[in-house]
């Protein structure tokens, strides 16, 4: 079974550019989560996807991010216009439901902002 | 809401020995999930073991086992045997049982030593 897919790897962009990232979750996992980590610090969760549908955007800093999930399989994440603290890795996930407590991750995003 | 803490920001262990990383987490609900995830140089979140509140015996995985306190809050990662594979960065993480979000910890940073 392929993993979670995402990309790109590393991105440096310089403050109040927009940047993209773009996660492809395990084939057939309906639910599909964004987590940003900073630099020593814990995952914590941005948004999360049922299906094309968002579940959850409570953390999410809706000013400035922007994620979709088109026909309920691969993911987008935006931020414009990205901030000095936006730098930190960010990761997806998906599991086959909600409810269904194990996730699987990708290697993530690492993105510094300039 | 649910807070989870790890108090040892860095652990060191020599190689075969046995190490315990700590974790505490703070909920008001009697039915969730409590997970150890690894996350090696490479980001990926890779489950290490998970405890089901309502079961009393401690899950285990091979040399990975958790002391789990329910009413003190406790969940405790022991890795006997440890091997230089084992070096990574350990998160705490709490779900409730609805399958919301993953809450994390700050992580502890083990070094095994040859």
């Known amino acids: 079974e392929a993993g979670v897919a995402q990309s790109p790897r590393y991105k440096i962009i310089e403050k109040r550019q927009s940047v993209a990232f773009w996660c492809n979750p395990i084939s057939g996992h309906a639910t599909l989560y964004w987590y940003q980590q900073i630099l020593g610090q814990g995952p914590k969760l941005l948004i999360q996807f049922q299906n094309n549908g968002v579940v959850d955007d409570s953390q999410l800093p809706k000013d400035r991010f922007s994620a979709e999930r088109l026909k309920g399989v691969d993911s987008t994440l935006k931020i414009q216009p990205a901030k000095l603290e936006d730098s930190a890795v960010y990761l997806c996930?998906?599991?086959?439901?909600?409810?269904?407590?194990?996730?699987?991750f990708g290697a993530g995003s690492r993105l510094t902002v300039l | 809401a649910q807070t989870v803490t790890q108090s040892q920001p860095e652990m060191s262990v020599q190689e075969a020995e046995t190490v315990t990383l700590s974790c505490t987490y703070d909920?008001?609900?009697?039915?969730?999930?409590l997970f150890w995830y690894k996350q090696p140089p490479s980001r990926q979140m890779i489950l290490v073991i998970r405890?089901?509140?309502?079961?009393?015996q401690n899950a285990t995985e091979n040399r990975f086992s958790v002391n789990f306190q329910k009413a003190a809050k406790s969940f405790s990662l022991k890795i006997s045997d440890s091997q230089l594979g084992d070096a990574a960065m350990y998160f705490c993480a709490y779900q409730s049982a609805s399958g919301s979000r993953l809450t994390f910890g700050e992580g502890t940073q083990l070094t095994v030593n040859p």
């Open positions: 996930a998906s599991s086959p439901r909600p409810g269904a407590n194990v996730l699987t």
């Open positions: 405890q089901e509140a309502y079961k009393q």
């Open positions: 909920t008001s609900e009697s039915d969730y999930y």
